[in-house]
Nanobody, 120 residues
Framework: QVQLVESGGGLVQPGGSLRLSCAAS????????MGWYRQAPGKQRELVAV???????NYADSVKGRFTISRDNAKNTMYLQMNSLKPEDTAVYYC??????????????WGQGTQVTVSS
């Protein structure tokens, strides 16, 4: 059994910053890609940023230059530093990872989501 747990969401004013964390736990052999997605009310879930085990990262155009994804492989933890936040960044943010389990191989895992609200 493996799981992802997000933390760090909350309410912030426009222009402010938040740092999200995503910790993977369980019978993990290795983790390939890890990424952040978000879903705003009435909209489809969209990719925010993704990183592979080699350190390459890709970002949605809407967050380039403002958000930074990083990971600590020793801790099986991923982060999303969000700066210059805008009201349109308001959404539930989900962590996703492709995890190679010790038993039963690869599994695509989602976290439970954490709410980010940008409002004055």
């Amino acid at each position: 059994q493996v799981q992802l747990v997000e933390s760090g969401g909350g309410l912030v004013q426009p222009g402010g910053s938040l740092r999200l964390s995503c910790a993977a736990s369980g019978s993990i052999f290795s983790i390939n890609t890890m990424g952040w997605y978000r879903q705003a009310p009435g909209k489809q879930r969209e990719l925010v940023a993704v990183t592979i085990s080699g350190g390459i990262a890709n970002y949605a155009d809407s967050v380039k230059g403002r958000f930074t994804i990083s990971r600590d492989n020793a801790k099986n933890t991923m982060y999303l530093q969000m700066n210059s936040l805008k009201p349109e960044d308001t959404a539930v943010y989900y962590c996703n990872a492709l995890i190679h389990r010790v038993v039963d191989g690869w599994m695509n895992v989602w976290g439970q989501g954490t709410q980010v609200t940008v409002s004055s």
